[in-house]
């Protein structure tokens, strides 16, 4: 299964897009997403894993874009 990791932000703006995204491409709610940004912030990270690569690497490029630091593996 293809995983996609979290690692950090670029820039505080990207903090809440980043949860954003979450929210509405992973269906979490606002509490969930809230706890995975707390753990990159705190040096974490969070692992994401999918069913296809499709799914990991289009969430991965999104993410990217809004300012996350993200690995594929």
Do not use: C, Y
Request: hydrophobic share 40%; net charge negative; glycine share 10%.
């Amino acid at each position: 299964m293809p995983k996609l990791r979290i690692v950090g932000f670029e820039t505080g703006h990207a903090k809440v897009t980043i949860r954003e995204i979450l929210v509405s491409r992973l269906n979490l709610d606002e509490k969930e997403a809230e706890r995975m940004n707390a753990a990159v912030v705190d040096g974490r990270g969070i692992t994401l894993e999918f069913e296809d690569e499709e799914t990991a690497v289009g969430l991965g490029q999104e993410l990217v874009e809004a300012g996350a630091k993200v690995e594929l593996t």
